[in-house]
């Protein structure tokens, strides 16, 4: 973060009815010391155990809010598990985007199925602030942990992203 070695890829997403781009995930990526592209799964754990997540997820969140004054698509952001229990969070998010002066239904949150299963409660609060501010949210890797339709009932979603395990082949 200080030496601001994040970086953010946009992996479009296709609409089948329409086989049209219709938004983005952004993924985040670190650049190392000889410049090459380093994955999540390598400093992800590191960052929740350290206590910095919630402030790469702040860096994430601006930094799509920033792209989307440029661009007119939907992005989706995940946020660790870890920052579910953020209370700042989403008044971070709010200012963020009224001083960009964007639409916060442009804008996703996902969270996996297993970061709602470890604290049900923390998630809807988590989900219910983001859409209160307009903010679309959704349940990526539905499937990967004890898959309940117990979530739809009580999570404010718009929509799940199944596991691929379940779409593979």
């Known amino acids: 973060l200080d030496e601001d070695r994040f970086v953010l890829y946009c992996q479009p997403i296709l609409e089948l009815e329409s086989d049209r781009v219709t938004q ?4 985040l990526r670190m650049v190392g010391d000889d410049g090459e592209i380093i994955l999540p799964a390598a400093f992800i754990d590191t ?5 910095l997540i919630q ?3 702040r860096w994430v969140a601006r ?3 920033h792209l989307l ?17 953020d209370a700042e969070l989403p008044f971070f998010v709010e200012r963020e985007l009224a001083g960009a002066a964007v639409d916060p239904g442009r804008l996703v949150f996902e ?3 297993t970061s709602a299963i470890a604290d049900m409660e923390q998630a809807r609060e988590f989900a219910e602030r983001l859409t209160r501010l307009g903010c679309r949210f959704a349940l990526d890797d539905f499937g990967a942990g004890f898959s309940s339709f117990h979530y739809l ?5 718009d929509y799940l992203k199944i596991d ?3 779409v593979r082949n």
């Open 153 to 157: 009932k009580h999570l404010p979603l």
């Open 63 to 65: 930094n799509a809010i």
């Open 111 to 113: 969270i996996t199925e």
């Open 164 to 166: 691929g395990e379940f």
């Open 55 to 57: 402030e790469i997820d």
């Open 24 to 27: 983005y995930e952004l993924l």
């Open 69 to 85: 004054v440029d661009h007119d698509v939907r992005l989706e952001v995940n946020v660790s598990g870890c920052s579910l229990s």
């Open 47 to 51: 960052a929740e155990r350290f206590g």
